[in-house]
């Protein structure tokens, strides 16, 4: 996935603002059905919020690399425990400024 600039950021942050965690990240931590899940989301959503529970052991930084490297997605923010991927879908609903 090619980087995103700081205004198409800043929009994907705007736009994740709201959304509701779809995925979580638990004391399994990175399976096979994780990264299928995540897939599936992002096939349908293009944009979505990961939540990392207490369980979990890795940093956080690092659960965000390996899943945008797994999916093929940008990683949008990382806020707390929570993070925002991003990969465009073929039929893109998003416009990125």
Known sequence: MESLKGKQVRYLRSLGHHLNPVVMVGRSEISDTLLTSIDQALNSHELIKIKIQEGCD???QE?????ANR???AVVQILGKTILLYRRSE?????LP
């Open 58 to 60: 890795l940093p956080r």
């Open 63 to 67: 659960v965000a690399d390996i899943l």
């Open 71 to 73: 999916c093929g997605a």
């Open 91 to 95: 039929d893109a609903k998003i416009n």
